[in-house]
């Protein structure tokens, strides 16, 4: 046993020596140092107090989103429409804070309406998914990614329509919203103690629900194999659907953090990618919730740091994407090795 352990960090480790060096070519190839990218990206996100807390605030809706795709993996789900399940939440967030905002509801209720609002908006969306594969046939994939689509329209529609700023039609977004219905967060900083502990709470709810509860149990044999999970008395499609609604609360969760903490207003790019980004840690950890916590930061990290590129080396900042999804890609690939190695054996 500790032989194979040994062989399968083996193989991870060679996976990410892999992505690096393959990093470093396309970087050599751009025409520019590696060593000062990387070291770059390092500075960007750990250089300074105020670097670190945009990591945190970056980290906290990436926990949600993990969290949420781990569920839906579980099931044998790829719920790609996590991205207008976020955007959705962050619509619905919106909403509820507009309305409330000139009544006599105390800040702290018109926060958690929000929030509530944020998460059923977010469920709903993911549940519309669940519908259109159970009910309609179409894969979630392809079902998830029109309603990605069709949660930004609906956005952009709002911002430039309904709830645009007074005297102006802007894509920049919707009028920012009056400091008290702001999450609080660090003096001087952009980070929320708050938005981080509804992350991490959310990640302890997950890995304990896939551990070993009934709920998770099901969730995985669904997964495995649902003809067979069928067979023997799991409602597979109610299971299936339940997978996507709570993997659309967290998204909505998400979108309504990055409403009341990071934006505080609806911007027709408010997911930040989070979304798609959850959907790589949660590959890249192999769909274990014991590592997505730190595999997140990390991702986070990355995201945050690879903004000095533009500044500093004149690179597209997209690099630190790039690195990501390479990264991904040969642990998926080197993964795939080690499996059929030990098969072969």
């Not at 998460?119 to 392809?142: C, D, H, R, S, Y």
């Not at 009056?178 to 890995?207: E, H, M, N, R």
């Not at 659309?248 to 790019?269: E, N």
Request: a positive charge; proline letters at 4%; charged letters at 5%.
């Amino acid at each position: 046993m500790k032989k194979t352990r040994l062989l399968t960090f083996g193989f991870q480790f060679g996976a990410l020596i892999l992505a690096l060096l393959f990093t470093t070519a396309v970087l050599l190839l751009a025409g520019a140092p590696p060593l000062q990218a990387y070291l770059y990206i390092i500075k960007g996100s750990l250089s300074s107090i105020t670097n670190i807390s945009n990591v945190l605030s970056a980290w906290a809706p990436l926990l949600l989103t993990t969290s949420g795709v781990l569920i839906t993996f579980a099931a044998g789900l790829w719920n790609i429409g996590i991205e207008g399940q976020i955007m959705v939440g962050a619509i619905f967030t919106t909403g509820a804070l507009r309305i409330l905002l000139n009544s006599t509801v105390p800040t702290g209720w018109i926060l958690l309406i929000g929030f509530l609002a944020g998460m059923v908006g977010g469920a709903f969306w993911a549940v519309l998914a669940g519908i259109l594969k159970t009910f309609g046939g179409v894969n979630e994939i392809f079902g998830g990614l029109g309603l990605n689509f069709v949660a930004t329209a609906f956005a952009l529609y709002l911002i430039i329509g309904p709830w645009k700023r007074p005297g102006i039609a802007s894509t920049s977004g919707t009028l920012m919203f009056p400091d008290i219905l702001w999450l609080p967060t660090l003096p001087k900083l952009q980070f929320s103690v708050w938005a981080l502990g509804l992350g991490v709470l959310v990640v302890i709810i997950v890995y304990f629900i896939l551990r070993g509860t009934h709920l998770g149990l099901r969730l995985k044999a669904i997964g495995k194999n649902s003809k067979a999970a069928f067979l023997m008395g799991v409602p597979t499609w109610q299971y299936s659907v339940l997978a996507f609604l709570l993997c659309g609360v967290f998204a909505g969760l998400a979108g309504a953090i990055q409403v009341t903490s990071v934006y505080h207003r609806l911007t027709p790019g408010i997911s930040s990618g989070y979304g798609f980004l959850g959907l790589m840690v949660a590959m890249l950890i192999n769909y274990q919730a014991i590592w997505a916590a730190p595999v997140a930061l990390f991702f986070a990290a990355l995201n945050i740091g690879g903004i000095q590129l533009p500044i500093v080396l004149k690179l597209d900042s997209s690099l630190s994407g790039v690195l990501q999804g390479i990264l991904v890609l040969f642990v998926l690939m080197v993964e795939g090795a080690r499996q059929r190695l030990f098969k072969n054996r």
